[in-house]
């Protein structure tokens, strides 16, 4: 299983972003994966989910109303877009597969203010 994470760079406060995530090596389950992030000097945080069988996306309470999980599964891809970003975004997002206990190598998030 390996997971590819891009879209990462750097914006403005109140820009946005997409990161996609690339997963190969399994039968695509979009809800198996999972969005984290490294802010400096923090361990790493969970982000997002999508939910299971059609449950409600989860988030963590400092990105909820600005972030949202989704997936194409054609793809095999799952996404994160990003809305008014803040400087306390910056850091490096991952991609998680909960099942199989697989990281993506990450991709850096950088908002200046």
């Known amino acids: 299983v390996e997971l590819v994470e891009s879209g990462g760079g750097s914006v403005q406060a109140g820009g946005s972003l997409r990161l996609s995530c690339l997963s190969s090596?399994?039968?695509?389950?979009?809800?198996?994966v999972r969005w984290f992030r490294q802010t400096p000097g923090k361990e790493r945080e969970f982000v997002a989910r999508?939910?299971?069988?059609?449950?409600?996306?989860s988030y963590a309470d400092s990105v909820k109303d600005r972030f949202t999980a989704s997936s194409d599964s054609a793809k095999s891809t799952v996404y994160l877009q990003m809305n008014d970003l803040k400087p306390e975004d910056t850091g490096i997002y991952y991609c998680?597969?909960?099942?199989?206990?697989?990281w993506g190598q990450g991709t850096q998030v950088t908002v200046s203010s």
């Open positions: 998680y597969n909960q099942v199989y206990q697989v």
């Open positions: 090596g399994t039968f695509f389950r979009e809800y198996e």
């Open positions: 999508i939910g299971y069988n059609g449950a409600s996306n």
